[in-house]
Nanobody, 115 residues
Framework: QVQLVESGGGLVQAGGSLRLSCASS????????MGWYRQAPGKQREYVAS???????HYIESVKGRFTISRDNTKDTVYLQMHQLTPEDTGVYYC?????????WGQGTQVTVSS
């Protein structure tokens, strides 16, 4: 059974930084493209960034230059380094495969950016 466990969220002031982690188990992590997604209050969950098995990355426009997705296949973990955070980045952040699987959503980690 696939399990994805996110961590690293918190409360940060605008302009601050956070590093999210997502540990996976139950799948061949190195063979999967992975993604980060987020859900802001009152909004639908949205895609944020992804990284392929060969470490090619992609970002939505609003986080380019501020967020960096990376992965460590020796630890079955994917990361999201976030800098220059704004209140618009507030939400619950989830990792999943990319494209996502409906069965793989974890509990997410809350990121709150105060102005």
């Amino acid at each position: 059974q696939v399990q994805l466990v996110e961590s690293g969220g918190g409360l940060v002031q605008a302009g601050g930084s956070l590093r999210l982690s997502c540990a996976s188990s139950g799948m061949i992590f190195s063979a999967n493209a992975m993604g980060w997604y987020r859900q802001a209050p009152g909004k639908q969950r949205e895609y944020v960034a992804s990284i392929t098995s060969s470490k090619l990355t992609h970002y939505i426009e609003s986080v380019k230059g501020r967020f960096t997705i990376s992965r460590d296949n020796t630890k079955d973990t994917v990361y999201l380094q976030m800098h220059q955070l704004t209140p618009e980045d507030t939400g619950v952040y989830y990792c999943n495969t990319h494209p996502y699987s409906r069965n793989y959503w974890g509990q997410g980690t809350q990121v709150t950016v105060s102005s």
